[in-house]
């Protein structure tokens, strides 16, 4: 039997032809940018790009999970909404910026545990078990600030708590790369919690017979 090419296996992965077809596409995207406006080359556009699509990115892997099973999870979008929420008007009174993270964290988890719950332990269809959860996390969004935008953090926990968080968590930097893409185990606690998960994921994969309520409950 004649050996495949490494090249002919990698495309012969499901999805893997969609993906990369995907991936040209950016890259021909933004070589067009480029082209119109040399500044799109610049190591401070590639940064603003890195840091700006961070949060997506840690979104899009955990997500990963469900839809390697071909299921969904609608509930995401109002979850992300609900944290930031939280924190933000957590912070606004005067909770410390690491606690409220903490805070946060537990409710979004909550959220993940009821979706496993509803989908890998009551059997409901994902789409409906967390269309479900999607209102209710939408809906606590609405009532932590009264259904109206949260004041400058700074106003709760102090101006100068206010420019550290900011500063570490959005605007500065380790070695050159803004904290909220690079993996300093200092500032960088987005990078932190993005960088494991391909791993996680490859060790599942490889090791493991993933069921829908395993990925689910991840």
């Not at 993270?101 to 537990?106: A, N, S």
Request: hydrophobic fraction near 50%.
């Amino acid at each position: 039997m004649k050996k495949q090419s490494p090249l002919k296996r990698i495309f012969a992965i499901r999805g893997m032809g969609g993906a990369l077809t995907a991936f040209a596409g950016l890259i021909i995207i933004y070589i067009a940018f480029g082209i119109i406006n040399p500044a799109v080359f610049s190591g401070q556009n590639v940064m603003n790009l890195l840091r700006s699509m961070s949060k997506y990115l840690i979104i899009g892997i955990g997500q990963s999970y469900v839809l390697i099973t071909g299921n969904i999870d609608l509930s995401i979008g109002s979850v992300v909404g609900m944290s930031a929420m939280i924190a933000a008007t957590l912070m606004t009174m005067g909770v410390n910026p690491v606690v409220a993270i903490l805070i946060t964290f537990v409710c979004c988890m909550i959220i993940g545990v009821l979706n496993g719950i509803l989908v890998g332990k009551w059997k409901l269809p994902p789409f409906i078990a967390t269309l479900g959860t999607m209102f209710v996390a939408r809906g606590v969004a609405y009532m932590v600030n009264g259904n109206r935008n949260t004041d400058a953090i700074a106003s709760g926990v102090g101006k100068d708590a206010g420019e550290t968080f900011q500063n570490v968590f959005y605007y500065g930097k380790t070695l050159g790369v803004y904290n909220t893409f690079c993996a300093s185990p200092v500032a960088a606690v987005p990078a932190l919690l993005l960088l494991p998960h391909p791993v996680s994921i490859a060790v599942v994969m490889h090791n493991a017979q993933a069921t829908d309520n395993t990925f689910f409950i991840l």
